[in-house]
Structures are given as structure tokens and as C-alpha cells.
């Protein structure tokens, strides 16, 4: 398990080092008032799949003018599945779309800002609540959308603990993010938000490119030498 703060910091700064910003999550205008639902939707598309299949699909919802709550809420379950085809899973991501919607409109009139403000906890129960939205979308949302202060644990992130002896396979998901807000979760809201973010993207790198589930490249990996292994 995890010995101290430092092995932490360490691993980021060496992924840093090698991979260098992520730029994570990708929207073509980060600014927009539209960015959080793109990124939303994103966050809910990805799940059992990549993200350039992602990608496509959004693209498809940016060139019909149907990426917003409204627009998405109101579209048939047909319309919808059809757009969101390369994604994967479409037929059960458009039910999962569709229940995320509902919320954002009978909640907060649309509003992903508002439905991601105020006693970080309770926010995270109730995206929870919503049909189809597990922890790691739920901390996805929070984190990306949101900008709040919370650690995304994905199947990257956990095999490269594991391999490395940070942490054992039996622990439940909120166990391993405690590894990170334990350790991590101690300066101002905006500087912990930018690490964390930085640092789950820096995981997804990883484990794309050497910490394979078959054939992992671990004899190239940056981590080779990190003195936790």
C-alpha cells in the first residue's frame, strides 16, 4: 500500500515529465456556456468504449444543433441512438442520456452549472441517483464539468496502483480514491481541481500506451524506476 505522500507526487511528476499536459477534457471552446454538457455527455458516452468513437458521436450531435438539455431531452429515444450510434452501447447510452436530462431539466431548467454547485458530497449522491451514472462518471462530471476538487478512479488508473504495489486488487472504488484526496487533497480548491485533472489524464496516457491489460510495455514505462515498485 501506499507509503507516504511523496510516492504519489513522485508518480505524477515523472508521467509529467514523459507525457507532459494532457489538455484534458477535449471541447473545441472550453469557455462555452455549452462546455460543461458537451463535457457531461462525454463523460457518459465513454463508458465501454474510446474516445474517438466518442468523438464521432458528439460530432454527430454538434452538426444536427442538438447538444444541449433542452434539445436532448425533448429528441426522441430513436433520433437519439441513431446519432449516438458509434459510440457503442447506443441503445442503453440514449436511456442513460435521456435520464441525465430529465434530472438537469426538472431539477435545474438545464442548468449543469447549477446542478454541479454547492456541497460537493451531496452533488455527487445525486448524480448518483440518476439511472446509468456509476462513481467514475459521476467524479467525471464533478471533476471536469464541474471543476470540483474530486479524484476519477477508471481501470487505467487502478492497474497501474496495482501493478506497481500502491494498492491491492480487493479495494472498492471510494477505497482508492481515498489514496489520492488522503494524500493529495490539501491546497485551494483551483490548484487541487488542476492536479487532479492532470493527473487522472496522465493515468489514461499510461495505461493506453504501457500499462496494457495483455503485452503491458513495462520495460519502457516511466514508472520503471519510480521506487515504489
Same mark, same amino acid.
Given at each position: 500500500m501506499l507509503n507516504s505522500k511523496k510516492d504519489l507526487t513522485d508518480i505524477f511528476n515523472q508521467l509529467l515529465k514523459h507525457f507532459g499536459p494532457q489538455h484534458w477534457w477535449p471541447v473545441n471552446d472550453p469557455a462555452s456556456d455549452l462546455a460543461p454538457f458537451e463535457i457531461s455527455v462525454g463523460a457518459i458516452l465513454t463508458q465501454n468504449t474510446n474516445w474517438k468513437n466518442v468523438e464521432t458521436a458528439l460530432k454527430n450531435l454538434k452538426y444536427e444543433n442538438l447538444l444541449?438539455?433542452?434539445? &436532448? =431531452?425533448?429528441?426522441?429515444?430513436?433520433? $437519439?441512438?441513431?446519432?449516438?450510434?458509434? %459510440?457503442?452501447y447506443f441503445r442503453v447510452k440514449t436511456k442513460r442520456l435521456k435520464n441525465y436530462t430529465k434530472y438537469l431539466m426538472k431539477n435545474y431548467h438545464g442548468d449543469v452549472k447549477a446542478s454541479l454547485a454547492g456541497d460537493i458530497s451531496e452533488k455527487r449522491k445525486e448524480l448518483l441517483q440518476v439511472n446509468g451514472i456509476g462513481p467514475e462518471t459521476a467524479d467525471s462530471i464533478l471533476l471536469y464539468a464541474g471543476r470540483?476538487?474530486?479524484?476519477? &478512479? =477508471?481501470?487505467?488508473?487502478?492497474?497501474? $496502483?496495482?501493478?506497481?504495489?500502491?494498492? %491491492?486488487?480487493?479495494?472498492?472504488?471510494e477505497e482508492y480514491q481515498l489514496l489520492f484526496h488522503d494524500t493529495l487533497l490539501a491546497n485551494g480548491n483551483s490548484e487541487?481541481?488542476?492536479?487532479?485533472?492532470?493527473?487522472?489524464?496522465?493515468?489514461?496516457?499510461?495505461?493506453?500506451?504501457?500499462?496494457?491489460?495483455k503485452n503491458p510495455r513495462c520495460d519502457q514505462c516511466p514508472l520503471k524506476y519510480n521506487n515504489t515498485i
Open positions: 444541449t438539455p433542452e434539445k &436532448i =431531452d425533448s429528441l426522441s429515444e430513436e433520433t $437519439l441512438s441513431s446519432l449516438i450510434r458509434p %459510440s457503442g470540483r476538487p474530486t479524484f476519477v &478512479i =477508471d481501470a487505467y488508473t487502478k492497474r497501474v $496502483l496495482i501493478r506497481h504495489k500502491i494498492a %491491492s486488487d480487493n479495494l472498492k472504488y487541487v481541481v488542476k492536479l487532479f485533472n492532470e493527473y487522472h489524464a496522465l493515468f489514461v496516457a499510461c495505461g493506453k500506451n504501457y500499462c496494457r491489460p
